[in-house]
């Protein structure tokens, strides 16, 4: 059996264990009811892809990692405490294609979750948005289905981040508990402690002028900065770039790339 095999093997086990857990379901539901509910209380369907962004971006800019952290906060921790990793080490299956198939099982649910009822949303603006939308807030700016579709595909680069961040503090627990706790400290850390660390630099020595740089070093400060660049400011012509755009998705290549690896090594070391 091939690595890939070994891959597909675990890879379809953690499907199969999502598909039976109905929790899942219930998160799915609930991130629909609160996107639904925020654009429709703020107007956005009815104004355009636009707007309806604008009414969701802080929700979705928490609910990612929140979700993120749910699905994969205990995807090694639970192995672990079980024996299972031990029990692995005896079977020919590299580290690589077990925390690979286990991360693109969790990843394939993650996404379920976030991208489905953001998609449901799209629909939602595409038949109840007039066509007098297209151009919205007295002729300054230019909807578009394409910037809804870029904000969801910025928004699955956030989402794949913040799981492999999970997934370094799930390996690194080693238990259950622990892992919920390094889940909690990630996860406040990662939404709102990053941002608040950057603020308070601007007492020692930070300015203004680098704060766009300096926000687009933290997840959530990246993927922010590259909704407001590639979806928002491409609206409205004649806005400034909120951050570095090539430094926001590099920073966020490097999030997902380095914590990957991270969670990989830890786990060898489980």
Known sequence: MTDGNRFWAVFVREVRSAVRTRTYLALGLITGIVLFGLAHAGGGPTGGYVPTVVD???AVEVLVPTLAFAVGYR??????????????DT???????YVSGVYAGRALLLLTIVVAPLLALGLNVATTAGPETTVFASHRGVDSPFLFIRFIALTVLY???????AFLLSALAGSRGKALVLALAGLLVLTVGSDLAVFTALDTGVTTRTLGGALAMTPAGAYRGLVFNQVLYVAVPGRSAFVPTWVAALSLLCWWGLTFVGAMLATDAA
Not at 159 to 165: D, R, V, Y
């Open 75 to 88: 995807a090694i921790a639970d192995p672990a405490a079980r024996g299972e990793l031990d029990i692995l």
């Open 159 to 165: 989402a794949l981040s913040s799981l492999t961040i």
């Open 91 to 97: 079977y020919p299956l590299s580290t690589w294609s």
């Open 56 to 58: 969701t971006l802080v």
